[in-house]
């Protein structure tokens, strides 16, 4: 008979075994070295200093907390937009809809939003909180297609469309339908966002960096070229290249030209495209307007793969909490496109009210429909604010010493570059820690302005960097400005005898 003592002394030698099962060592490996900045360290020691004022409101040299390392709108104050939380709020409540209580809710809902909150129930058999097709509901592609077909000026099929909860979750599907083994590679633009490279370590895949231009943020095809004969040569799979465009963290704004050269590279090198295109509405420069992969994928004929992804969480929507966006296959295998809707089966549906918010925003109140105005105007002072702050960021940011910024062409980021003195790089060095981090810490402890470091999305090496929004609330806007000159002037008088790199 073989008794529970014996059966763990035959799995561990020594006779001893580990208290818990799940460990640090037992963990899936790739998870305990996957890293996201955005959620970093700097965000963690955000949260503590965030606790303290709660408990000790003067123990500080700030009031606040003001968290800029993530594009998180409404969290800084940004207005919901009404009609979406009127259809939102008659949904979830749909008692509110009843005969018996119609007359009541007139008085407090303008018409459309009723008859937009009855039309959407109706989607989903009268029951918000029901699953829905797993792909997302029939009706909201439909709606998506009609807008991409709006957009681009050409056309678009809703079977080819895949509503999820937040176009994190449709990147991180397309990812895994990619990587077939730890040979896989993806190229990644420098800087980028770390949902990439922290969902490729995840997925044990080999990310392949190449660097923007920071004069302009645009690609180099010749430098893309050059880090895929790199790869391939050491005998990586490379399968896929991934675009930010409008950029994060960078802010920039590809031009036409520049995407058809990137679209004709794939082609060439038979790669699948990934056209992460999040902030198309977030554009503020008439030189480098927003241009779908789409439209010229389109436009030249190409039968490129590409999967474009899209999201309620910015623009002027700013829902980043509902979970709400898609992606949309152009040129697909129709083999794969089975495979795809099999794994979105495996989650059964995306979130329901991310899906409506998704609709509202691809099709909003239209010209003499009653809350047309309104939402005509909500967007456009959301709009105007967010160019003002990011032209006003930018201006600060390059009045400062030691320090050079682009302006934003698109997004909600601004980032700017640092000239760190040689004797504060000596310093971060003996820390063990990169420069760039210690500076956003020494931030956040003197201003409560809470920033990521350069190194946390790559950076050109020898460089340094930071990423923050320009989201903080316009009536608050000079105050958070005022405290980071303030630091950053205090900060390079204390190394202002030692020599810049």
């Not at 997302?136 to 998506?144: A, D, K, M, S, Y």
């Not at 946390?456 to 903080?472: A, D, I, K, V």
Request: net charge negative; glycine share 8%.
């Amino acid at each position: 008979m073989v008794t529970a003592n014996a059966t763990a002394s035959a799995a561990h030698p020594s006779g001893t075994r580990p208290s818990k099962v799940l460990t640090l060592e037992s963990m899936n490996p790739n998870i305990r070295t996957m890293e996201y900045a955005v959620r970093g360290a700097i965000p963690i020691k955000a949260d503590e200093l965030r606790e303290q004022l709660k408990t000790q409101p003067n123990s500080l040299p700030f009031k606040q907390i003001t968290p800029c390392n993530i594009g998180n709108p409404q969290q800084l104050n940004q207005k919901p937009l009404t009609f979406l939380r009127q259809v939102s709020a008659l949904m979830e409540y749909a008692d509110l809809l009843k005969p018996e209580m119609i007359e009541t809710t007139r008085k407090l809902f303008p018409e459309d939003a009723i008859e937009r909150a009855k039309r959407n129930l109706a989607y989903v058999s009268g029951a918000a909180g029901a699953y829905t097709h797993s792909l997302g509901i029939h009706e909201v592609r439909q709606n998506v297609a009609r807008f991409i077909e709006q957009r681009d000026g050409f056309p678009a099929n809703p079977n080819s469309i895949c509503l999820t909860s937040g176009a994190s979750g449709a990147v991180e599907r397309v990812l895994d339908m990619l990587i077939s083994s730890p040979n896989v590679g993806v190229m990644i633009p420098i800087p980028q966002y770390p949902l990439y490279t922290a969902t490729l370590t995840r997925l044990n895949a080999q990310a392949i960096p190449y660097y923007l231009q920071e004069e302009d943020w645009q690609l180099s095809i010749g430098d893309l070229e050059g880090a895929l004969a790199k790869a391939r040569s050491s005998g990586i799979d490379v399968r896929a290249l991934v675009v930010i465009n409008p950029g994060n963290p960078t802010g920039g704004c590809l031009l036409d030209s520049n995407i058809a050269e990137i679209v004709q590279f794939c082609e060439r090198e038979h790669l699948v495209l990934l056209a992460d295109e999040v902030y198309q509405t977030n554009i503020y420069t008439e030189t480098n307007p927003f241009v779908s992969f789409k439209k010229i994928v389109s436009q030249l004929g190409s039968q490129v793969e590409l999967f474009s992804f899209h999201s309620i969480s910015k623009g002027m929507i700013g829902e980043c909490g509902r979970r709400g966006g898609y992606y949309e296959a152009v040129n697909i295998d129709e083999q794969i496109m089975g495979q795809l809707f099999k794994l979105a089966s495996v989650s059964l549906c995306p979130n329901v009210m991310g899906q409506m918010a998704v609709d509202i925003m691809v099709n909003p109140p239209k010209p003499g429909d009653q809350s047309y105005g309104l939402y005509q105007e909500e967007i456009d002072g959301i709009y105007q604010s967010l160019k003002r702050r990011a032209k006003k960021l930018a201006e600060a940011f390059n009045s400062l010493p030691n320090m050079t910024c682009n302006d934003a062409q698109g997004a909600m980021y601004l980032f700017p570059k640092i000239e760190f003195p040689q004797a504060f790089i000596d310093e971060a060095k003996q820390l063990g820690q990169s420069p760039d981090s210690v500076y956003c810490m020494r931030m956040l402890e003197s201003t409560g302005i809470s920033v990521v470091p350069g190194s946390g999305f790559g950076q050109y090496p020898g460089t340094f960097h930071f990423r923050s929004t320009f989201l903080p609330p316009e009536s608050l806007f000079d105050e958070f400005i005022n405290g980071f000159k303030h630091f950053h002037t205090d900060f390079m008088g204390r190394y202002s005898s030692s020599p810049k790199i």
